[in-house]
């Protein structure tokens, strides 16, 4: 069976070969026409390598340049919650050329939660949405609670308590909030860079719970050096058939999946986008890309454009709900 390290090394060769391809195609034909025609497109990410978006990128462009017959460069611009990835791909020509794959809170939550964005969401054309996910709470191995409810014990006990979130105005902070709100804790939240820095924190013990992404921790569970304390799906996930659903645990609040999409800076060509589009719902039906998704706990669900955007906006709706329930106040 595949594992997520199986799956690591792999990507990790393909983006090698994307590279080099993409560097031999460039220096073949006229610069201007090979760059809209045959030369590389650039996916952009806002996380850093190895996290569960990155995976699903690289994973989607491997299968995916070889229907577009053009090599897919995966680049991953981080920080600032996968702004400064969107911020670049909004500067970039609307050409084709340059694509962004990106969880929903950058589009549909930071408009609500940032006083201003270097960029703006109405920028962006969507493309395709691929997959959703769903957070998981954990703590590390030798915390001194097992269970959601002895945490809020010790924490109310204690007057003290840390969660660790990879991105502030996500939906990962505001389950955090949520459940600091319902329990009437003072839970103090701390950023990290990405998944893989936020990972490192809990397991050092540097914060007492992270919340991300389940595939973040999907190898350290198996392993025994996390303890998975819930999910956010409304009903128990079946990767995690044991673990209780937060809902479940009396947080119907924190009921929440999110997806990831490509998106385009607007003014994109329609047919760029439509080849976009196709390759990557083509590119999803291929065993490998079927198999990183699982590996990663992902729920593929392929929407095209129109039907991505209105999906979009309804996480809008969400994310305001949530800002609403948790007195949030805007983010400098």
């Known amino acids: 069976m595949s594992?997520?390290?199986?799956?690591?090394?792999?990507?990790g060769a393909s983006a090698a070969v994307m590279r080099f391809a993409g560097a031999g195609a460039a220096l073949t034909g006229s610069v201007a026409a090979h760059a809209q025609s045959n030369g590389p497109i650039t996916m952009v990410v806002g996380?850093?390598?190895?996290?569960?978006?990155?995976?699903?990128?690289?994973?989607?462009?491997?299968?995916?340049?070889?229907?577009?017959?053009?090599?897919?460069?995966?680049?991953?611009?981080?920080?600032?919650?996968?702004?400064?990835?969107l911020d670049w791909l909004g500067n970039q020509a609307s050409d084709g050329s340059a694509f962004g794959l990106t969880p929903a809170a950058m589009l549909a939550s930071y408009p609500h939660v940032y006083r201003k964005l270097s960029y703006d969401s109405n920028n962006f054309d969507p493309v395709c949405k691929i997959c959703d996910y769903h957070v998981s709470v954990v703590t590390r191995s030798d915390s001194p609670f097992s269970t959601l409810k002895e945490f809020a014990a010790w924490a109310k006990q204690s007057k003290r308590g840390t969660f660790?979130?990879?991105?502030?105005?996500?939906?990962?902070?505001?389950?955090?909030?949520?459940?600091?709100?319902?329990?009437?804790?003072?839970?103090?939240?701390?950023?990290?860079?990405?998944?893989?820095?936020?990972?490192?924190?809990?397991?050092?013990?540097?914060?007492?719970?992270?919340?991300?992404?389940?595939?973040?921790?999907?190898?350290?569970?198996?392993?025994?050096?996390?303890?998975?304390?819930?999910?956010?799906?409304?009903?128990?996930?079946?990767?995690?058939?044991?673990?209780?659903?937060?809902?479940?645990?009396?947080?119907p609040d924190l009921v929440f999946e999110e997806s990831i999409g490509i998106v385009a800076k607007k003014g994109t060509p329609e047919n760029a986008i439509l080849r976009m589009q196709e390759a990557v719902q083509k590119a999803m039906g291929e065993a490998s890309v079927r198999n990183a998704l699982q590996i990663l706990e992902y729920r593929p669900d392929f929407l095209p454009a129109k039907q991505y955007g209105e999906d979009l906006a309804a996480a809008s709706e969400r994310y305001k709900a949530f800002i609403q329930k948790t007195n949030f106040q805007p983010l400098d």
């Open 3 to 11: 594992t997520r390290r199986d799956f690591l090394t792999k990507v």
């Open 47 to 85: 996380f850093p390598p190895g996290g569960g978006p990155d995976l699903v990128a690289r994973a989607v462009a491997e299968a995916g340049q070889r229907e577009l017959n053009r090599p897919i460069v995966v680049q991953n611009k981080t920080g600032a919650g996968g702004r400064i990835a």
């Open 164 to 251: 660790g979130v990879p991105s502030r105005g996500s939906g990962t902070d505001f389950v955090g909030n949520l459940l600091s709100k319902a329990e009437d804790l003072a839970l103090e939240p701390i950023l990290y860079r990405g998944g893989p820095q936020l990972t490192q924190a809990v397991l050092a013990g540097e914060v007492d719970l992270a919340i991300n992404l389940s595939s973040n921790f999907v190898e350290l569970a198996k392993a025994g050096k996390v303890k998975v304390l819930a999910v956010s799906t409304a009903a128990r996930s079946p990767f995690s058939p044991d673990v209780p659903t937060l809902a479940e645990l009396g947080y």
